[in-house]
């Protein structure tokens, strides 16, 4: 960690961020828009490549409304066959450059049969069922203790911030449970079924491990997952990339306004 830090803080002249936000699929222009200093991840000590088509894989420090902000422009994930504490390290540097508040972004499938391709969903919980915990093995009390309390992972005042802004841009914005599966195979009906009757909204393959490394830490974490597409029960249409990648483009205006909008208020 001491050597990804003094790397960071020489790429970037010690820029010290006060806000972090993790980029989706699709999501990665804001990264391209805001940027004063981008290093790939494949140069950062600690960091893995990201293989997924729409990552980019950088990690860009930008001035965003008056805020100091570092983003992933694109994010690892477990079925990339990426250890957990692979694709959560980069949660930890972040805490340790000094970032306060975490902004979770993915895309997700709709398992709410009210959500629609395009909606936009604050996550209020979420569900960990990809098989596998990031804070297995020995724990390292400088950033968090043995047996973090979840009782509230997302934050109730950065949601409320995140609905208030979304009221003033006009963005008609839904709230839900997101569940995690690990991928890369997209569910089956019956799995969308029992996510449906177990309480979930939408489903996805990334976000928690994130999430649990982030409350660990004592960061404060909030959740937004744009819809891309409604999961393989509801209209029985086969699944693909392509699609979740069409849907993130044709909601990225919104996303991106919204973000803005947020970052502007987080005090």
């Not at 449906?196 to 960061?219: F, H, K, Y």
Request: one cysteine or more.
């Amino acid at each position: 960690m001491e050597n990804t830090i003094a790397f960071l803080n020489e790429k970037t002249n010690n820029f010290k961020p006060e806000i972090g936000i993790i980029l989706g699929s699709g999501l990665g222009e804001l990264a391209d828009e805001y940027c004063d200093f981008a290093v790939p991840y494949n140069e950062i000590p600690g960091f893995v490549k990201s293989t997924v088509k729409g990552h980019k894989g950088r990690l860009v420090f930008a001035e965003i409304n008056g805020k100091k902000v570092v983003l992933m422009q694109g994010r690892n994930h477990y079925y990339e066959g990426h250890s957990m504490q692979e694709i959560t390290f980069p949660v930890k540097v972040m805490k340790a450059l000094g970032v306060k508040t975490l902004i979770l972004t993915n895309a997700a499938g709709a398992v709410n049969e009210s959500f629609s391709p395009s909606d936009l969903m604050i996550i209020t919980d979420h569900i960990n069922y990809m098989g596998a915990n990031p804070l297995v093995g020995a724990n390292d009390e400088t950033f968090g203790e043995r047996f973090p309390d979840m009782t509230e992972v997302y934050k109730k005042y950065l949601i409320e911030i995140a609905e208030k802004c979304a009221q003033k841009l006009g963005i008609d914005i839904q709230k839900g449970i997101y569940w995690a599966n690990s991928g890369p195979s997209y569910e089956t009906p019956a799995e969308i079924n029992m996510v449906r009757t177990l309480g979930a909204d939408a489903v996805g393959m990334s976000t928690v491990p994130e999430a649990i490394v982030a409350n660990w830490c004592g960061l404060n974490i909030l959740g937004i997952s744009c819809i891309t597409n409604s999961a393989s029960s509801i209209t029985g249409e086969k699944l693909s990339h392509e699609e979740v990648i069409e849907a993130a483009n044709n909601a990225k205006t919104k996303f991106k306004s919204l973000i803005l909008e947020i970052v502007r208020n987080i005090s």
